[in-house]
């Protein structure tokens, strides 16, 4: 996860916007990921974005791409205590023959009411 | 139907003994990861197999050893475990290579003691 970075934590009031930011290094990635993990819980994926798009949305959900700075957002809105969770970004990047994902540390998200 | 089944869910054990880690998946998909995930939340990838062959090997203690019978399977093999083999392993799937989206089990919490 050392190529992926974003910050370890971040607290909002329930009903306000989330921002969760990610960095990565390589300008090939084809994929970026947003995953969801709940306490407890496995990995979701909650949304991607194709390296050709600048944004996307998905219903609360928009994701914001900056390819020259290699910066992607995740933007939660009307931010809800069940979105309470850990908030992993990742990228697809080629590995010789091989493509892997590579992983951010986590965003702990925490809503308070 | 759980798409990514691992079992046993909880696994507490001593030093020095040996265990196993089994992961199914009824999704017809190609490639299967073990994940490591440690008491911070960090998340890393510690194999991937695609139908059966082992494409990805991370810097693992080779005490280690996954075994992928058939390609719906992926088992996870730990040899002498030490305290810091401690985590949530974490097995997930995915179409391919190239697929958009990884499956993740639910999780076995190890704990050696």
């Known amino acids: 996860g050392e190529d992926v970075e974003q910050s370890l934590f971040l607290s909002v009031r329930e009903g306000d916007s989330s921002v969760i930011n990610c960095t990565y290094t390589d300008s090939s990635s084809t994929y970026l990921y947003w995953y969801k993990q709940e306490p407890g819980a496995g990995l979701q994926l909650l949304t991607y974005?194709?390296?050709n798009m600048d944004m996307k949305q998905d219903q609360r959900l928009t994701v914001l791409l900056n390819k020259k700075d290699k910066h992607l957002s995740l933007r939660i809105a009307d931010t809800q205590t069940g979105d309470s969770a850990i908030y992993f970004c990742?990228?697809?990047?080629?590995?010789?023959?091989?493509?892997?994902?590579?992983w951010g540390l986590g965003t702990s998200l925490a809503v308070n009411p | 139907d759980t798409a990514v089944s691992q079992t046993p869910k909880y696994l507490v054990t001593q030093m020095g003994n040996d265990k196993s880690i089994k992961c199914e998946q009824n999704?017809?998909?190609?490639?299967m990861y073990w994940y490591k995930q440690d008491s911070k939340k960090f998340l890393k990838i510690m194999f991937s197999y695609n139908n059966k062959e082992l494409i990805i090997n991370e810097t693992v203690p080779n005490r280690f050893s996954p075994k992928s019978p058939d390609k719906a399977h992926l088992n996870l093999h730990i040899n002498s475990l030490e305290l810091g083999d401690s985590a949530v392993y974490f097995c997930?799937?995915?179409?391919?290579?190239?697929?958009?989206?990884?499956?993740f089990g639910q999780g076995t919490r190890l704990t050696v003691v």
């Open positions: 974005i194709f390296s």
């Open positions: 997930a799937s995915s179409r391919g290579q190239g697929a958009s989206e990884a499956f």
């Open positions: 999704l017809g998909h190609d490639t």
């Open positions: 990742a990228e697809k990047r080629n590995a010789g023959n091989n493509r892997k994902l590579i």
